[in-house]
């Protein structure tokens, strides 16, 4: 009888803690799984800090001729770079800053405050005087100039575009135009923008334009229609990049 007892008891110990003993043996694998990989990592080296081989960094200072106060940057395609400055529009061969006209034979900018560049795909350069106009700078070195006779707005002018389709955009004075071969046209009249003027432009790889506006942001499908604001509230957006 005492030894039937015993049994019974034996079996019920057993079956309450078999949950507990499960736990405790899973928190014991966990802990030494633990306990291998920290040993695991003290023995294997630490990982390589990242390589930077085949990029050089250089910098110029005006010792070296770089011009001071760069409004823009934009590089055609002969491999040039062109710099837009408060003081004048400056090429850089990679060794030495050239003043634009380089000669007597180049004609001369309107004014030498730089506010936007664009390099086309002719290998021309578009340029952005602050001064409210815009000079077509041509990859034979002749220049085209464009002012108000022209649609040029007479505000400030904030980004001059030439995108791969060969369109020239312009973003100003709170308006988005649009050059036509000739003359600027206000294409936002027509698309919506409004009294909420233009902070920044952006055109994306689908042919889409997104504007941003006082307090929003909008697209404009396929450059046709009319703009659509987006449903996220923003405040205010300076810059867009893809």
Not at 2 to 26: E, P
Not at 103 to 114: E, T
Not at 134 to 141: F, G, K, P, Q
Not at 183 to 193: A, C
Request: with cysteine; net charge positive.
């Amino acid at each position: 009888m005492n030894i039937l007892v015993v049994a019974v008891l034996l079996l019920v110990l057993g079956g309450s803690n078999g949950v507990s003993a499960q736990k405790a043996a899973t928190s014991l694998s966990d802990a030494q799984s633990r306990s291998s990989n920290s040993l695991l990592k003290r023995l294997l080296p630490p990982p390589p800090p990242p390589s930077f081989q085949g990029i050089t960094h250089t910098f110029w200072t005006r010792r070296d001729g770089a011009p001071g106060s760069i409004n823009a940057l934009a590089q055609t395609k002969d491999g040039y770079l062109w710099i837009g400055t408060t003081l004048g529009l400056y090429r850089f061969d990679g060794l030495r800053f050239a003043l634009y006209p380089f000669d007597s034979s180049s004609p001369a900018l309107p004014s030498l405050d730089v506010c936007s560049l664009a390099a086309d795909m002719d290998g021309g350069l578009w340029i952005a005087m602050c001064s409210a106009k815009i000079v077509h700078l041509r990859a034979d070195e002749t220049t085209i100039t464009y002012g108000r006779e022209e649609g040029v707005p007479t505000g400030a002018l904030d980004k001059i575009f030439s995108l791969p389709d060969g369109s020239v955009w312009l973003a100003g004075s709170s308006k988005l135009l649009h050059f036509d071969g000739n003359r600027w046209i206000d294409f936002g009249k027509d698309h919506g923008i409004g009294r909420f003027g233009v902070f920044c432009v952006l055109f994306d790889r689908e042919g889409n334009i997104w504007v941003s506006r006082d307090k929003r942001l909008s697209i404009l499908r396929k450059a046709k229609g009319q703009l659509e604001d987006v449903t996220n509230q923003v405040k205010y957006v300076s810059s867009m990049a893809l």
